[in-house]
C-alpha cells in the first residue's frame, strides 16, 4: 500500500482551506490512536513545565501533531519539518489563516541540514524513523537541538517478541526502509547518541490495532483502489465514529504487553 501520493492527494483536495483542513486536523486528532497518546503524553509534560516551551515536530506531513501540540498550549512555539515543500507551503498558509501564529514550518532534510542547537524544549519524531534510511543522523540531529532538560518524545512500529503479530511482521506501506524497532535497539540507538534516561512502552494492543483497521487500514486501502472512494467517506466515518472512539480511549488508557508499537520517551540531562 502507498502512503504518500495519497498524503498528497488529501493535501490537495483541501488546498489551502482553513475550514478544510481545521476539520481534517480535528478529525485525524480523534480517529488515529496514536493521537491519543501524544495528547495524553503532552498534557503530562505540560503539568510539569509551566511557561513558555520551543516544541519541534520532525516530519510533520499534514500539520496535525502540530496542531495537536498548538492547542495543548497556545503559548507553546510550534516548529513543523517536512521533506516535502508543498505540504509545508500550504501549512504554513493555513495556520496564518486560522491565526495560528505560534506555529511555523519549515522544509528541510532533517538527516543532513542541522537545526540549531539546544533551541527546542521538547521534540516530537511520530512515524518517521521507519522513513529515513539514515535514522541515527535523525535522532542526532534532533537531539543536538533539544536543549539540557529536555526530551523527545519518539512513536515507531514495534518488531520483536512483543509484537502481536509475532517477530515477523509486515510493513504496512512500501515507503518504509524498515519494519520498525525493538525495545532494546532503540534504546541502544537513544542511550549511544547521548540520551540518559530512555522509556519505552509498547502501544496499539488489540483495541488499538481493530480502531487503526477501522480508521486508518481500511479508508487508505479503498484510496489506493480509486481516489474517488473519498466521496464516501464522510458516511463511512459518521457511522463508525462513536465505535472509532471508545476504542481508541480504551487503548490509551490501558497498559499493554503486547502491541505493534512503541511509545518512547527519551531525557537529555
Not at 502512503?3 to 481545521?22: M, T
Not at 512483543?162 to 534504546?187: C, F, H, M, W
Not at 480509486?226 to 466521496?231: G, K, L, M, R, Y
Amino acid at each position: 500500500m502507498k502512503y504518500d501520493p495519497i498524503i498528497q492527494k488529501i493535501d490537495n483536495l483541501f488546498g489551502s482551506s482553513a475550514f478544510g483542513h481545521l476539520f481534517l486536523y480535528k478529525l485525524l486528532n480523534l480517529v488515529l490512536p496514536r493521537s491519543w497518546h501524544i495528547r495524553r503524553e503532552l498534557n503530562i509534560w505540560k503539568k510539569t513545565h509551566i511557561g513558555h516551551q520551543c516544541v519541534l515536530d520532525a516530519g510533520s506531513a499534514l500539520g496535525q501533531n502540530a496542531y495537536l501540540i498548538s492547542r495543548i498550549n497556545n503559548r507553546w512555539s510550534v516548529k513543523g519539518f517536512d521533506i516535502n515543500k508543498r505540504l509545508v507551503a500550504h501549512g504554513n498558509k493555513v495556520f496564518r489563516k486560522l491565526r495560528l501564529d505560534n506555529v511555523v514550518f519549515r522544509s528541510g532534510d532533517l538527516t543532513k541540514e542541522m537545526l540549531a542547537a539546544s533551541s527546542f524544549d521538547l521534540a516530537l519524531a511520530i512515524d518517521i524513523a521507519e522513513f529515513v534510511r539514515d535514522d541515527k543522523a535523525l535522532l542526532t540531529n534532533i537531539y543536538q537541538s533539544i536543549r539540557p532538560g529536555g526530551a523527545l518524545f519518539l512513536y515507531t512500529h514495534l518488531i520483536g517478541n512483543q509484537n502481536t503479530k509475532g517477530p515477523k511482521s509486515q510493513p504496512l506501506v512500501d515507503e518504509q526502509v524498515r519494519l520498525g524497532y525493538s525495545a532494546e535497539s532503540i534504546k541502544e540507538m537513544l542511550k549511544s547518541i547521548g540520551f540518559k534516561r530512555v522509556k519505552a512502552r509498547v502501544v496499539f494492543g488489540v483495541l488499538g490495532n481493530l480502531s487503526w483497521r477501522l480508521s486508518i487500514i481500511i479508508p487508505m486501502h479503498l484510496l489506493n483502489v480509486n481516489f474517488a472512494f473519498v466521496a464516501l467517506l464522510p458516511v463511512y466515518y459518521a457511522l463508525l465514529l462513536p465505535v472509532i472512539v471508545l476504542l481508541n480511549y480504551l487503548e490509551s488508557h490501558t497498559g499493554h504487553l503486547t502491541g505493534t508499537a512503541m511509545l518512547t520517551k527519551a531525557y537529555k540531562d
